[in-house]
């Protein structure tokens, strides 16, 4: 009786989700821990990261079935991952210079490049609704002390 993965797809996000939970519980086990009543900067990172190897653990024990008709995984669409990736890698790079806003309109602008579905009216509508949303919870709401406009514009 062969053991055989069901879905190869499946199966590669469970073991990121394995990697990714361990890596971050792996690396915040260098930060206080605390208790549950009084957590440390290290709890909650940790606890996410066993969560997530659980989580991948089990999808991969699904996709394993015996006797299952094995399947070829799809080559990676590089041309997707690079405008996600990279959109957000500049969005973290030009945060602090053009502000919440301007680094979010970036940020949609370019990753909506990734969908074969796209409309510039579409995706700017998103990026303005997603830029009113962050500053109302996160600089309005939360009172995060993000840069919202460049620092040339706002005086």
């Given at each position: ?7 190869p797809?499946?199966f ?32 909650f ?8 190897v ?6 991969v024990?699904?996709t394993?079935?015996?006797n299952?008709g ?36 970036l940020?949609v ?26 500053l ?20």
């Open positions: 009786m062969a053991i055989r993965i069901r879905s797809r499946d590669a996000v469970g073991l990121v989700y394995i990697a990714t939970g361990a890596a971050f519980s792996f690396a915040s086990a260098q930060y206080e821990m605390g208790t549950p009543d009084h957590m440390g900067p290290g709890y990172p940790f606890w996410l990261g066993i969560v997530l659980l989580l991948g653990a089990t999808i024990l699904r394993l079935r015996p299952a094995a399947a070829a995984l799809a080559p990676w669409d590089w041309r997707l991952l690079l405008w996600t990736v990279g959109s957000v890698a500049l969005f973290g790079a030009a945060l602090k210079p053009l502000g919440l806003v301007l680094a979010l309109l940020l602008m370019l990753s909506s490049l990734a969908s074969r579905e796209f409309t510039w009216r579409g995706a700017l509508l998103n990026a303005v609704v997603l830029a009113a949303l962050n109302g919870v996160f600089v309005y709401g939360l009172d995060l002390p993000l840069p919202v406009w460049p620092s040339w514009a706002a005086g």
